[in-house]
């Protein structure tokens, strides 16, 4: 029998403290950024062990703590997170840009891998190789909770009652003067696969300062699905993630608050991003509608008061969001990802009918984005009264 090999007492001091170190500073930035309750949990249960800083890690990917490495999965995960993908080595993370305050890159991928996917068809000419198209629909861990044709992601410790929800959901009033819809970005230079015709001059890895490319381009576009209708519109165009990335959400609030203020009869905020998806070996995936040709999926990103910061909308904002998710689904099963509920408020805050809308990922090209953006928002209007 091979005898068991033990580890020097002074070693596994050394790693324990270098752990605990790196555990502490994860901490940290958690409480700056994301979610320092499921962190500061983690810490206490495993304080003084070297395992510190992948329980710091599952905490991130709303995992279990682990004892052995990372799945292919989680690792994919891992590689989006602003905080904690750097703690492990050779994850590249999707943006090259330095990491938002509240990060963006939101995914609802299952970690064990065990998220469902239709037939996805092979990715279009002219995309840079290994783009690898999918259809994201929910999997089977229990954060996700699904009713009907409604499924939520849910990051927070909060029960999510779906049919009670919808049941309160809030109508969105076209009655009186004065624009109803405002549209803006918080990362407004964020963009997508070229292709074709759609070529821009980069300002960083898939972002333009060119608003013929980027989001702005796509919150133009639903602007005109609304203006179709006899909706009035404020489209917000400025770069608030230029020239500094990780101020974008300050500035924005304050953009959005003056908004708000200069046209009370807004009933709508939508804060239009793209998502992005790479594995850490450098494969970005795109997200495809299965039942619509041409057209990426859309996801819904919504806050909470889980952080203890003051959120006195939350569940009014999610309730909308649920029964724009169901109309959505009534219409093109596989155009919209599941809902994903997160801690941090994501500006969210300053009114109800305030919702953060993933309009693809970096893999998608733009012209994905605009179906699927127009698609969402012809969606929208059908719900306005």
Not at 334 to 362: D, K
Request: glycine content about 8%; hydrophobic content about 40%; charged content about 20%.
């Amino acid at each position: 029998m091979r005898k068991k090999r033990t580890t020097r007492p002074w070693v596994r001091g050394l790693r324990t403290g270098a752990a605990v170190l790196v555990g502490i500073l994860a901490v940290w930035l958690a409480w700056l950024v994301g979610d320092p309750g499921a962190a500061l949990d983690h810490l206490k249960e495993m304080a003084g062990n070297a395992q510190v800083s992948l329980a710091l890690l599952s905490a991130e990917l709303g995992l279990e703590a682990q004892e052995v490495g990372l799945s292919r999965w989680d690792r994919l995960v891992l590689a989006q997170s602003s905080l904690l993908g750097g703690f492990l080595p050779s994850l590249e993370p999707g943006e090259s840009d330095p990491p938002p305050e509240e990060s963006e890159d939101l995914l609802e991928l299952d970690p064990a891998g065990e998220n469902e996917e239709s037939d996805s068809p092979a990715p279009s000419a002219g995309l840079s190789e290994g783009v690898i198209p999918k259809t994201m629909v929910a999997g089977t861990s229990a954060k996700y909770v699904t009713s009907g044709n409604v499924s939520v992601y849910n990051h927070t410790d909060y029960t999510v009652d779906i049919p009670a929800l919808l049941e309160n959901a809030p109508k969105l009033s076209t009655a009186g003067e004065g624009p109803k819809v405002l549209i803006y970005h918080s990362h407004a230079s964020e963009a997508y696969e070229m292709d074709g015709t759609d070529v821009y001059e980069p300002s960083g890895d898939h972002r333009t300062l060119d608003t013929n490319y980027n989001m702005v381009r796509v919150g133009e576009e639903m602007k005109a699905v609304f203006e179709a209708a006899g909706i009035g519109v404020v489209h917000d165009t400025t770069l608030y993630d230029y020239p500094s990335y990780n101020d974008a959400y300050i500035r924005s609030v304050e953009g959005v608050a003056e908004n708000l203020k200069k046209y009370p009869s807004i009933v709508l905020v939508l804060d239009v991003h793209r998502d992005a998806l790479v594995a850490n070996d450098g494969t970005i995936y795109k997200v495809v509608a299965g039942t619509v040709e041409n057209c990426a999926q859309v996801m819904m990103v919504m806050g909470s008061d889980a952080t203890g910061q003051v959120h006195p909308n939350w569940k009014v904002n999610l309730a909308l969001a649920l029964s724009i998710q169901s109309a959505l689904a009534n219409k093109w099963s596989t155009l919209a990802r599941p809902l994903v509920l997160r801690p941090t408020r994501f500006n969210q805050h300053l009114s109800t009918g305030m919702l953060l809308v993933e309009v693809g990922t970096h893999g998608n090209t733009l012209q994905e984005a605009i179906t699927a953006a127009r698609l969402y928002a012809r969606t929208v209007v059908e719900l306005m009264e």
